[in-house]
């Protein structure tokens, strides 16, 4: 069983920055592929950013040039630098850890609100 916790979220204005992390709990972190969802007011959740254990990473277009994720498997942590915000950024984000053959694990989701 892994838990995710996220931290990080806020208000920002727009074009302002801020850094989501998620810590895992147990020894398995180092083989997830690590990925950050954002589900928006009235929209379904999507996939903003992935990476993988061995550090591939892959983004959303809309966030392209924008986000930077990150993952530090001493800590069991994976970031989403967030900078050039806008305010259709504004969503709840979710961390999610996918495994071979075991369903996804999922945090409770962190507010990021993005003022204009």
């Known amino acids: 069983q892994v838990q995710l916790v996220e931290s990080g979220g806020g208000l920002v204005h727009a074009g302002g920055s801020l850094t989501l992390s998620c810590a895992a709990s147990?020894?398995?972190?180092?083989?997830?592929?690590m990925s950050w969802y954002r589900q928006g007011p009235g929209k379904q959740r999507e996939l903003v950013a992935s990476?993988?254990?061995?550090?591939?990473?892959n983004y959303a277009d809309p966030v392209k040039g924008r986000f930077a994720i990150s993952r530090d498997n001493a800590k069991n942590t994976v970031y989403l630098q967030m900078n050039s915000l806008k305010p259709e950024d504004t969503a709840v984000y979710y961390c999610?850890?996918?495994?071979?053959?075991?369903?996804?694990?999922w945090g409770q989701g962190t507010q990021v609100t993005v003022s204009s």
């Open positions: 147990g020894s398995l972190f180092r083989f997830a592929v």
């Open positions: 990476i993988g254990s061995g550090g591939s990473v």
């Open positions: 999610n850890a996918r495994f071979i053959a075991t369903p996804d694990y």
